[in-house]
């Protein structure tokens, strides 16, 4: 059974005919709160949502971590980057690649790409998609044919089909009687690759490692790893602490934090922005409530004097207004219930974030009353 305060306070909610403004205007602030509160939640759990799907997605085609020597490492062979990482747990594979910047042409189109050198059997244990290949297969790329599996964006973009013939070229000329003469090379397509990533698809350009080596230039031993880790999420902590001392001016390192941050910068800073911007919704309708408390504690004054005359404590008063603040209770539920279910991907830390912001509104309206009308 409800208590007298609390009784008493519910029917205060309850505006009489001359005073159904202050009702309506109590509904509007109630109201306000819990749907703001809710876009709150929905908003930030969608934006957690996708801020997860797009790290999956990139930790399905990109390696977790990769680490090479500065200046190709002086003669020294990418085998002497895998001793490094040997014994450590963290990392499940390894795969040596090589890369370097070049322009595709054909057909009156030219795109500029970053084109990776692989081995196809050691490729496969790091990346996901090359098991979902529209076209080919990375068994295609074969030493010394010169052959290249495209992005199908890219492919789109260049209109080249699988089969046919693409000119590479890259930054280092060829010096000739005539001056300094860009380096050529015909790459036959023999695969198409289609991910969930829209950059990937129209940038990626592989070819054999051998093939790139010759490209570029570069010897047969000189070529970086890419990492496979137990625990993608800990990257970074795991780079932190995996070179010794006397390797970090000879070794880079870094994680797929470093070379994917664009993407959750952006993220990032959307999701703060909008944050702000609920918070401000959630403000303007506590601050109703609380003006709405106000005047009803106003309008109240000869009912607290009738009550203080029966010899109603002034706590007791207090806690008739707190039991129509108590109301507010509901936001409690709103938080409790599967708002972070049903419209957002993710539970998490900003259902902590979420609780405060209610409860503080309603404390503040507690200590406003108990100032007001102290014991």
């Given at each position: 059974?409800?208590?007298?305060?609390?009784?008493?306070g519910?029917?205060?909610?309850?505006?009489?005919?001359?005073?159904?403004?202050?009702?309506?205007?109590?509904?509007?602030?109630i109201?306000?709160?819990?749907?703001g509160?809710?876009?709150?939640?929905?908003?930030?759990?969608?934006?957690?949502?996708?801020?997860?799907?797009?790290?999956?997605?990139?930790?399905?085609?990109?390696?977790?971590?990769?680490?090479g020597?500065?200046?190709?490492?002086?003669?020294?062979?990418?085998?002497s980057?895998?001793?490094?990482?040997?014994?450590?747990?963290?990392?499940?594979?390894?795969?040596?690649?090589?890369?370097?910047q070049?322009?595709?042409?054909?057909?009156?189109?030219?795109?500029?790409?970053?084109?990776?050198g692989?081995?196809?059997?050691?490729?496969?244990?790091?990346?996901?998609?090359?098991?979902?290949?529209?076209?080919?297969?990375?068994?295609?790329?074969k030493?010394?044919?010169?052959?290249?599996?495209?992005?199908?964006?890219?492919?789109?973009?260049?209109?080249?089909?699988?089969?046919?013939?693409?000119?590479?070229?890259?930054?280092?000329?060829?010096?000739?009687?005539?001056?300094?003469?860009?380096?050529?090379?015909?790459?036959?397509?023999?695969?198409?690759?289609?991910?969930?990533?829209?950059?990937?698809?129209?940038?990626?350009?592989?070819?054999?490692?051998?093939?790139?080596?010759?490209?570029?230039?570069?010897?047969?031993n000189?070529?970086?790893?890419?990492?496979?880790?137990?625990d993608?999420?800990?990257?970074?902590?795991?780079?932190?602490?995996?070179?010794?001392?006397?390797?970090?001016?000879?070794?880079?390192?870094?994680?797929?934090?470093?070379?994917?941050?664009?993407?959750?910068?952006?993220?990032?800073?959307?999701?703060?922005?909008?944050?702000?911007?609920?918070?401000?919704?959630?403000?303007?309708?506590?601050?109703?409530l609380?003006?709405?408390?106000?005047?009803?504690?106003t309008?109240?004054?000869?009912?607290?004097?009738?009550?203080r005359?029966?010899?109603?404590?002034?706590?007791?008063i207090?806690?008739?207004?707190?039991?129509?603040?108590?109301?507010?209770?509901?936001?409690?539920?709103?938080?409790?219930?599967?708002?972070?279910?049903?419209?957002?991907?993710?539970?998490g830390?900003?259902?902590?974030?979420?609780?405060?912001?209610?409860?503080?509104?309603?404390?503040?309206?507690?200590?406003?009353?108990h100032?007001?009308?102290p014991?």
């Amino acid at each position: 059974m409800a208590s007298l305060e609390t009784w008493i306070g519910l029917r205060y909610l309850r505006a009489k005919k001359r005073n159904g403004f202050m009702s309506f205007i109590t509904v509007i602030s109630i109201v306000g709160i819990a749907l703001g509160v809710m876009a709150l939640i929905v908003v930030l759990s969608v934006m957690a949502g996708f801020q997860r799907d797009i790290r999956g997605q990139l930790l399905k085609v990109a390696p977790h971590a990769e680490m090479g020597y500065y200046d190709n490492g002086n003669g020294k062979s990418w085998e002497s980057l895998r001793e490094i990482i040997k014994g450590r747990k963290e990392v499940l594979q390894s795969a040596p690649y090589v890369s370097g910047q070049a322009l595709l042409a054909n057909a009156g189109e030219v795109q500029g790409v970053q084109i990776r050198g692989i081995l196809p059997d050691e490729e496969k244990k790091i990346v996901e998609y090359s098991k979902e290949m529209p076209v080919g297969s990375f068994d295609d790329l074969k030493p010394g044919e010169f052959d290249i599996i495209l992005g199908q964006d890219l492919a789109e973009t260049l209109d080249v089909k699988v089969g046919e013939k693409i000119t590479v070229v890259t930054p280092e000329g060829n010096v000739t009687p005539a001056g300094v003469v860009p380096r050529l090379k015909q790459f036959k397509v023999v695969g198409l690759v289609k991910t969930k990533i829209h950059e990937l698809n129209n940038s990626l350009a592989l070819t054999h490692m051998k093939d790139a080596q010759v490209l570029y230039r570069l010897d047969e031993n000189a070529a970086g790893l890419r990492l496979k880790l137990a625990d993608p999420i800990n990257a970074p902590s795991f780079t932190e602490t995996l070179l010794p001392k006397n390797l970090q001016e000879e070794v880079w390192l870094r994680d797929w934090t470093y070379t994917n941050r664009s993407y959750f910068e952006a993220v990032e800073m959307e999701k703060r922005v909008m944050f702000i911007i609920l918070l401000l919704i959630v403000a303007v309708a506590t601050f109703n409530l609380v003006s709405s408390l106000v005047m009803a504690v106003t309008e109240k004054q000869a009912d607290i004097a009738i009550l203080r005359t029966l010899g109603v404590s002034p706590g007791s008063i207090m806690k008739i207004f707190y039991g129509a603040g108590r109301i507010c209770r509901l936001f409690r539920y709103l938080d409790r219930c599967d708002y972070r279910c049903h419209a957002g991907f993710e539970r998490g830390q900003y259902c902590q974030t979420v609780r405060e912001l209610v409860w503080f509104p309603i404390h503040q309206i507690t200590s406003l009353f108990h100032r007001l009308y102290p014991e």
